[in-house]
């Protein structure tokens, strides 16, 4: 099973042992802590774009109560990933905490594309090793930068590139998959508004903020709809 959980999670490898080194270059250069608190942070909040954030926060001395409401605003879109999966984590016992804290933009695309059989507990046992396998790459990758940080004097410019791969990546998968066009138009239609209308510092959280808005009216009309009925976005 584990090689096969392996070959499924291979992009998400090829994505967070560089991204995971970005963060971890950029805690050891702009922080003064020990190296080791750098894959401890991917340990105990595991949250790629908010670790990033949560330093570019923290070397210019922000107050802990505001990297608190920067992370929780840039990661709400995690509330949505729990509770859509709440069925396919039924009965998956001690594990279920564990694969609803492991639920990443990355994880939550891969368990959501895969192919899936009948049996549920082996389905899970899946699930719960994809999410393992996921987050040892991203506390590698950690590890691996904030040494290097350490100790190495060498040009990263242009590594954090690796999170924009791995997302166009994962957003064909998911398309190939789902056949769903319409979250893939919107996010770029919300991050061209959000790029035109708000300076830098904002672009990322309004860009989520006005997804999350038009999603929650799509589902409002949904469910809103007449039994028999189907929308024409799926």
């Given at each position: 099973m584990n090689q096969s959980v392996f070959r499924l999670t291979l992009p998400i490898l090829f994505g967070?042992?560089?991204?995971?080194?970005?963060?971890?270059?950029?805690?050891?250069?702009?922080?003064?802590?020990?190296?080791?608190?750098?894959?401890?942070?991917?340990?105990?909040?595991?949250?790629?774009?908010g670790q990033i954030l949560a330093v570019s926060l923290l070397s210019v001395n922000a107050g802990l109560l505001e990297v608190f409401i920067a992370m929780f605003v840039l990661n709400a879109r995690h509330l949505f990933y729990g509770l859509s999966l709440l069925g396919q984590f039924k009965g998956a016992g001690w594990r279920k905490l564990y694969l609803i804290f492991g639920l990443t933009d990355e994880t939550y695309s891969l368990l959501t594309s895969r192919p899936r059989g009948s049996d549920r507990a082996h389905e899970q046992e899946v699930d719960f090793r994809i999410t393992g396998f996921n987050q040892c790459y991203w506390v590698a990758g950690c590890a691996i930068g904030a040494l290097l940080g350490d100790n190495v004097a060498f040009d990263s410019t242009g590594?954090?590139?690796?999170l924009v791969a791995l997302f166009i990546v994962l957003t064909l998968e998911q398309f190939k998959a789902l056949g769903e066009g319409f979250p893939i138009w919107l996010g770029a239609a919300a991050a061209g508004v959000a790029m035109l209308v708000l300076p830098p510092a904002h672009q990322l959280i309004g860009a989520i903020a006005l997804v999350t808005a038009v999603l929650l009216f799509e589902y409002r009309k949904h469910r809103g709809q007449a039994p028999g009925e189907e929308s024409s976005h799926g």
């Open positions: 967070y042992l560089p991204l995971g080194m970005a963060f971890g270059v950029l805690f050891s250069t702009q922080l003064e802590y020990a190296w080791w608190a750098a894959p401890l942070m991917g340990i105990v909040i595991y949250a790629g774009a590594i954090e590139f690796a």
